[in-house]
């Protein structure tokens, strides 16, 4: 079965402390893209790429940190510098090319600070 | 300015009735696409329709249509024939200028029975 997969489904971390949030698809996707979604309110862009090796920042990249050594895995880290880390954060992939380039998305990871 | 106004914070609907979802999108780029998500309370993100801004038709998929409006830069969604199963949030998202989704605040539906 083709999909994206994102662990843990629920993460709790202590303040101070850097979690990294795994996503990993196998649908032969180029582009992987993290969202930050708040309780009631849409979803916001953290960061983006499009192709292994590259990647860009979102409109909220502030705290966070990503990589991309691999077509199939995207990896989130909410570093320490993030001010207010608790939120529910999806992973999603498409293809690259208008008209095909629909995101799916992952499950999403729920991150607690306590 | 928002790029994506969903002025329906909540909505509710009988079930088997028809029900339109508001969506309206402000962009200088002529060449977007318009996507509507659906979220129930498990939390995934689940794609459920796409027009594209050069598409000459309103895009369906089974019960749900887009009544894409140009000129109004609007791109309501329209469930038919309301399911229990069809209560979740519902959001509207605008790609624009590369591959980034843009996405509004999101309507709750509540289907009754």
């Known amino acids: 079965d083709g999909g994206i997969t994102q662990s843990p489904k629920y993460l709790f971390r202590k303040e101070g402390q850097n979690v990294t949030l795994s996503c990993e698809q196998n649908?032969?996707?180029?582009?992987m893209y993290w969202y930050r979604q708040d309780p009631g309110q849409g979803l916001r862009l953290i960061y983006y790429s499009q192709i292994v090796n590259d990647f860009q920042k979102g409109d909220i990249a502030e705290g966070y940190s990503v990589s991309r050594e691999k077509k199939e895995s995207f990896p989130l880290t909410v570093t320490s510098a993030q001010k207010n880390p608790t939120a529910f954060y999806l992973c999603?992939?498409?293809?690259?090319?208008?008209?095909?380039?629909?995101?799916?998305f992952g499950p999403g990871t729920r991150l607690t600070v306590l | 300015a928002q790029k994506i106004t969903q002025t329906q914070p909540g909505m509710f609907v009988q079930e088997k009735e028809a029900v339109t979802l508001d969506c309206t999108y402000d962009?200088?780029?002529?060449?977007?696409?318009l996507f509507w998500y659906k979220q129930p309370s498990s939390g995934e993100m689940i794609f459920l329709i796409y027009q594209g801004s050069y598409d000459q038709q309103n895009a369906t998929e089974g019960r749900y249509s887009l009544n894409f409006q140009k000129a109004r830069k609007s791109a309501n969604l329209v469930i038919s024939a309301s399911q229990l199963g069809d209560s979740a949030m519902y959001f509207c998202?605008?790609?624009?200028?590369?591959?980034?989704?843009?996405f509004g605040a999101g309507t709750i539906l509540r289907v009754k029975s």
């Open positions: 998202a605008m790609r624009e200028y590369g591959n980034k989704l843009v």
């Open positions: 649908l032969n996707h180029d582009a």
């Open positions: 962009t200088s780029d002529p060449s977007y696409g």
């Open positions: 999603a992939s498409s293809n690259n090319r208008v008209g095909t380039d629909t995101q799916y």
